[in-house]
C-alpha cells in the first residue's frame, strides 16, 4: 500500500490519464483503483498558467521574482489552484510520476485545503460516466466559496521550473483540455508525450 500524498492541477486530475501513467493503461484493474482516493482540493498562493507550445500547465508561487523584462510586479495575494489531491499512491507511482513530469518540474511539499465537497475514490463507479462525475465535481468545487474548504493536508505537488518565459500570462483551461486534447492523451503512445 501506498502513503504518497500528491496535489496535482493539470492533465493528472483526469483519472484515465494518471492511471495510463501510473500503470500503462487508463482503465487498469478494479484492485488498482481502489488503492487510491481522490478529493477536490485548493492550493494557495500559487497560479497556474498555461506552458507555450504545450497541452499542460505549469504553477509558480504567487511573489515570486522574476528578471525578465516586462513581466508584471503586482501579484494577486489571493491566487489560488483547484486541483485534486490523490493519497495511496505507491514509491513505484512516484517514481513513474517523476519521470512524466520531466526537468520541467520539480517536486517541492505544499498545503492545500481539501474541498468539503470530497469525492473519495470508493464512492465512485469504476465505469467512465461516474469518472466523469469526478472530473466535474472537481470544476464544480472551483466556483465553491472558501468557506467551504476543510481540512488541511500536507501533499507534493510538482512546480514548474523551467522559466516563466515558457509560461503564458493566462490561465490553463481544464474544460478546453478535456474537450480538444484529452482523448489523445489518453490514447497516445507513452513515447509521444
Do not use: C
Not at 497560479?47 to 510586479?73: C, F, K, L, M, S
Not at 460516466?129 to 493536508?153: C, I, M, P, Q, S
Amino acid at each position: 500500500m501506498g502513503g504518497n500524498v500528491l496535489f496535482f492541477y493539470g492533465t493528472l486530475m483526469a483519472p484515465q490519464i494518471l492511471y495510463r501513467v501510473i500503470h500503462g493503461s487508463p482503465n487498469p484493474e478494479p484492485w488498482q483503483k481502489a488503492l487510491l482516493t481522490f478529493k477536490p482540493a485548493i492550493l494557495h498562493g500559487y497560479r497556474r498558467h498555461r506552458v507555450r507550445g504545450a497541452d499542460y500547465p505549469g504553477i509558480v508561487a504567487v511573489g515570486q521574482t522574476t528578471t525578465e523584462p516586462g513581466a508584471n510586479a503586482s501579484v494577486d495575494s489571493t491566487a489560488s489552484v483547484l486541483g485534486t489531491v490523490v493519497s495511496g499512491l505507491t514509491d513505484g507511482d512516484i517514481h513513474r510520476l517523476d519521470i512524466f513530469e520531466g526537468s520541467e518540474y520539480e517536486k517541492g511539499k505544499v498545503k492545500v485545503r481539501v474541498l468539503q465537497e470530497s469525492l473519495d475514490r470508493q464512492d465512485v463507479g469504476l465505469d467512465g460516466k461516474d469518472t466523469d462525475k469526478h472530473l466535474r465535481d472537481v470544476l464544480d468545487a472551483a466556483g465553491a466559496e472558501f468557506a467551504d474548504e476543510g481540512e488541511e493536508v500536507e501533499a507534493a505537488t510538482y512546480v514548474y521550473v523551467a522559466g516563466r518565459s515558457r509560461l503564458e500570462d493566462g490561465e490553463w483551461d481544464f474544460e478546453a483540455f478535456k474537450r480538444d486534447k484529452m482523448a489523445w492523451w489518453v490514447g497516445a503512445d507513452e513515447s509521444e508525450w
